[in-house]
C-alpha cells in the first residue's frame, strides 16, 4: 500500500514537471486550431479560451473548479454556466502553462476571453494578493482571476468589460 501511494504521488509530480514543459507556441497553436476549424470540438465542459498576449498566456477554459480541471486548463466557477456572465471568476494553477506568469499583470493589461465565435474584452482595474481564506476579496467585479502566489496566499486580478 506504501508503495503504491509513493508511485501514485511519484507519477503526479512527474505528470506536473513534464506539462511544465509544454512549448507555449504549440499549445497555442493546437488552441488556435482547436477552435477555428471545430466550434463543436467535445472537450468535455469546454468554454472557450483566456488570453493575455503580454503575458504570453493562451489556455482553455472549462467549467468547473476541482482538481482534475486544474491540472491542466483554467476553470470557470460553477455559477456561470458560460462565458457571458455578469461575475465572472476563473481559476488556474500557478505553473508556467496555465496562470504562473500572472505575477507579472499589470493594472490596464487586457484580458481576452473567446468563446462560441465571441470575443470579450477586459482590463485589469485591481491586482492583490490576499490570505488563502480571505473570501471577501471575492466580489462582484466582473471578472477575477484566481492563483496561488504561495502555500498561504492567493493572486486576485480583477478586470471590467472594456
Same mark, same amino acid.
Given at each position: +500500500?506504501?508503495?503504491?501511494?509513493?508511485? %501514485?504521488?511519484?507519477?503526479?509530480?512527474?505528470?506536473?514537471?513534464?506539462?511544465?514543459? $509544454?512549448?507555449?507556441?504549440?499549445?497555442?497553436?493546437? $488552441?488556435?486550431? +482547436?477552435?477555428?476549424?471545430?466550434?463543436?470540438?467535445? /472537450? /468535455?465542459?469546454?468554454? =472557450?479560451?483566456?488570453?493575455?498576449? #503580454?503575458?504570453?498566456?493562451? #489556455?482553455? &477554459?472549462?467549467? =468547473?473548479?476541482?482538481?482534475?480541471?486544474?491540472?491542466?486548463?483554467?476553470? %470557470?466557477?460553477? #455559477?456561470?454556466?458560460?462565458?457571458?456572465?455578469?461575475?465572472?471568476?476563473?481559476? =488556474?494553477?500557478?505553473?508556467?502553462? /496555465?496562470? =504562473?506568469?500572472?505575477?507579472?499583470?499589470?493594472?490596464? *493589461?487586457?484580458?481576452?476571453?473567446?468563446?462560441?465565435?465571441?470575443?470579450?474584452?477586459?482590463?485589469?482595474?485591481? $491586482?492583490? /494578493?490576499?490570505?488563502?481564506?480571505?473570501? *471577501?476579496?471575492?466580489?462582484?467585479?466582473?471578472? &477575477? %482571476?484566481?492563483?496561488?502566489? *504561495?502555500?498561504?496566499? #492567493?493572486?486576485?486580478?480583477?478586470?471590467?468589460?472594456?
Amino acid at each position: +500500500m506504501k508503495f503504491l501511494k509513493s508511485s %501514485l504521488i511519484f507519477s503526479i509530480l512527474l505528470f506536473l514537471f513534464l506539462f511544465e514543459k $509544454i512549448d507555449y507556441t504549440i499549445h497555442s497553436y493546437a $488552441i488556435d486550431n +482547436m477552435y477555428k476549424n471545430d466550434n463543436s470540438y467535445n /472537450i /468535455i465542459n469546454y468554454l =472557450g479560451y483566456i488570453e493575455i498576449d #503580454r503575458l504570453n498566456i493562451k #489556455r482553455e &477554459i472549462v467549467r =468547473g473548479i476541482n482538481d482534475i480541471n486544474l491540472l491542466s486548463h483554467v476553470a %470557470l466557477d460553477d #455559477r456561470c454556466k458560460s462565458l457571458n456572465c455578469n461575475n465572472i471568476i476563473l481559476a =488556474g494553477h500557478s505553473i508556467k502553462n /496555465i496562470f =504562473g506568469p500572472l505575477i507579472n499583470i499589470e493594472n490596464n *493589461d487586457i484580458i481576452k476571453l473567446v468563446s462560441n465565435n465571441k470575443i470579450y474584452y477586459y482590463q485589469v482595474v485591481d $491586482i492583490s /494578493i490576499v490570505d488563502k481564506n480571505k473570501l *471577501d476579496a471575492i466580489d462582484n467585479s466582473e471578472l &477575477i %482571476l484566481i492563483t496561488c502566489y *504561495d502555500f498561504n496566499k #492567493r493572486l486576485i486580478v480583477k478586470a471590467k468589460k472594456k
